[in-house]
């Protein structure tokens, strides 16, 4: 348990090694330690309006947050930040079509994946310098849904993309193409991989009794 000397609320962390720890949230918080969570240091922080939901890194120095600036309801932009100093520097990152991301995954250094909302999908083969729009594993409806995590084996070529009503995309190709495999009916916040093995976390939605 860690005394976070702020009131904000976080979203989402990523952990480089079990030392050095890196977590964003609301008020265009990212936050920074490398004592295992002990203390923590508020990097360069972005507007207050800003809310930032997913962060990775693909090393100790370069990394990428990913959020939303609302500072009313008639302005709202999605924005992508990236690093290549371990965070002491912020720089914005354009990127289409500019839909809240929710979710990273990196293979290697290069090869890598972020997913989002209209089930968006963007991969990048340049660690992130450039991304291009996959096609989305659902056709129909598709602003209906959201993903907030992938995982791909590139070993194994099987990978899987998770999201609101249970959508669950799989690919089998080394996350090249993507099919709606299943909607198991409530949401599923995350996927991880161990060993041969994949765990998904799911919270029942709000809707449910």
């Not at 690093?83 to 890598?112: C, I, M, R």
């Not at 993507?178 to 994949?198: C, D, P």
Request: aromatic letters at 14%; glycine letters at 10%; hydrophobic letters at 40%.
């Amino acid at each position: 348990e860690s005394n976070l000397p702020y009131t904000v609320t976080l979203y989402a962390i990523f952990c480089i090694d079990y030392l050095t720890l890196f977590a964003v949230g609301d008020k265009g918080t990212i936050l920074h330690t490398n004592d295992a969570g002990s203390t923590w240091e508020r990097q360069i922080s972005r507007s207050t309006f800003m809310e930032f939901r997913a962060v990775i890194f693909l090393d100790a120095n370069t990394g990428y947050v990913a959020g939303r600036l609302a500072e009313d309801a008639n302005s709202v932009t999605d924005q992508l930040w990236y690093t290549t100093d371990g965070g002491l520097q912020w720089f914005l990152k354009q990127y289409s079509p500019a839909v809240p991301l929710s979710g990273f995954f990196f293979a290697n250094p290069y090869e890598g994946w972020a997913v989002g909302e209209e089930s968006v999908m963007l991969y990048t083969t340049d660690g992130g310098v450039t991304w291009d729009h996959m096609e989305a594993c659902i056709h129909d409806y598709k602003d209906r849904y959201e993903l907030y995590g992938v995982i791909v084996d590139v070993g194994t070529g099987v990978g899987f993309a998770v999201g609101s009503s249970g959508v669950i995309c799989r690919s089998l190709d080394g996350g090249q193409t993507w099919e709606l495999q299943e909607e198991a009916g409530v949401t599923l916040n995350a996927v991880a991989q161990y060993g041969l093995h994949s765990f998904v976390q799911a919270s029942r939605n709000e809707t449910e009794s």
